[in-house]
């Protein structure tokens, strides 16, 4: 792919070929994260045991909290800095940076150890049955517990550096932790005999390493790079700008494992048989939404520098065409998953009854995918724009307001399968609220600037 300046990239490059310049390894590395993340479901299962499939699905949603804080100073720093880029202020970037990483640090340290102090009540609340605690509880303390500072770091360095346009060696950082925690998983889950334990390590070395990645990378751009990672300039300056955007992300994360745990939880009430089933399912669907997130992130630099700078329409064109191509990868994901969805939970899952309940959810929640992206899409529209507002209002009506609700009222009146169905009423549901945000928000923009090449 043809190398461009900054400025090229954000102002002048055609908008298609400058949001694959970003997003396509973007996009990569979100895959790859996946496929590490789907790697401890894979070979756990592989052992044969349902009980610790469900265990890995039980932790997963408190696991995942820790992209919430990934995201509030990631998301929250990385659109600020491009936003900063775009109004010439570079020279106050480094403060913007050194307050996402030490700040989100110490946050996460935070976290750790009340998780450690309250794991007990903690599996209990996310439906731990005696079968499945023990798997739970020693995947818990080693993947949040002692790795929940590097799994938040390494994505803050991430989206740092593609706030600067450093997509690929932001991308090939994502992708060496996924890929070493692929190679470990066999060689601890089966060559040490360490079973789920085995695959919690393999995940928290990965993102320690990861992070090792990082720092290297940061030292080799030196000068070209204005992010500081010195504490000598960590600052509150820049707090409210942070986290007016950052917090949008996290509420959406966060709001997103609230439903989870509380699928898994209700879930629990039929059996283990169905957390398992259930718990694969959701990271096999997590796979278009992942392209779609590196979309997201590819594009945000890019939005959020022509906001800055005013040119409305290379915004909009940036965003729509995104849109655009988040909808017809997801309609072939939803394609392949309903042709293959027998095989595909097959394997995963060993268990005749686990992969064939497992199946007929991957068919039901597939058909929320293409919405759910262009939902997605649009809130982090608004959070480069540093609407973070907005983007949490659509958040939080999405998740809060219509999803958890929806999803006790679809267990109560249809059942388990009722669960499985409400995600794609919900996104039917949210997609002209976001529609409609979008455009208001568009329209209010200055109109002397909004025509702008």
Known sequence: MTKYTEKELFETVPV?????????????????????????????????????????????????????????????????????????????????????????????????????LARTPILHFLGASPDTYGYAERYLFWVVVL?????????????????????????????????????????LIFGMHLD???????????????????????????????????????TFRFIRQIFSVGLASALATTLGNLSNMAIVKLA???????????????????????????????????????????????????????????????????????????????LFVREVQTSTLGASFLRIACLAVPLTSVNFLISYTLQAMGKGAQSAVLTSCRQGLVNIPLLLLMNAIVGLYGMIWTQFVTEVIMLPVSLLMYRATFRRLPKAQAGRQ
Not at 72 to 97: A, N, P, Y
Not at 225 to 232: I, K, N, T
Not at 322 to 329: C, F, I
């Open 268 to 346: 629990s009430g039929y059996g283990d048989i169905p957390v398992a089933a259930y718990g694969v399912v959701k990271k096999i669907d997590q796979l278009p939404l992942n392209v779609s997130m590196g979309l997201c992130q590819g594009f945000m630099p890019l939005v959020g520098y022509n906001y800055a700078a005013g040119n409305y329409r290379r915004m909009r064109a940036a965003s729509v065409f995104s849109w655009k191509t988040a909808l017809v990868m997801s309609a072939c994901f939803v394609a392949c998953f309903a042709c293959f969805a027998p095989g595909i939970l097959h």
């Open 16 to 116: 298609p070929r400058a949001v694959a310049t970003l997003a396509i390894p973007t996009v990569i590395s979100q895959v790859v994260a996946m496929v590490y993340n789907l790697a401890d479901t894979f070979f756990i299962g592989q052992i044969g045991n349902p009980y610790m499939v469900a265990a890995v699905s039980l932790v997963f949603p408190w696991f995942n909290l820790l992209t919430a804080l990934g995201n509030l100073f990631g998301i929250g720093g990385s659109s600020l800095i491009s936003r900063l880029l775009g109004e010439k202020r570079g020279d106050e970037v480094r403060f913007v940076s050194a307050f996402s990483i030490w700040g989100g640090a110490v946050l996460t340290l935070v976290f750790s150890v009340l998780t450690y």
């Open 196 to 234: 789920v334990a085995g695959a919690a390590i393999a995940t928290a070395v990965s993102n320690a390493l990861s992070v090792v990645f990082f720092i290297f990378e940061y030292a080799r751009l030196g000068d070209r790079s204005v992010v500081s990672l010195h504490p000598r300039h960590f």
């Open 147 to 187: 790795g929940g500072v590097p799994t938040m770091a390494s994505q803050v360095f991430g989206h740092l550096l593609r706030s600067e346009g450093y997509v690929r060696p932001a991308s090939a950082g994502m992708m060496f932790g996924g890929i070493l925690n692929v190679v470990l998983d066999p060689i």
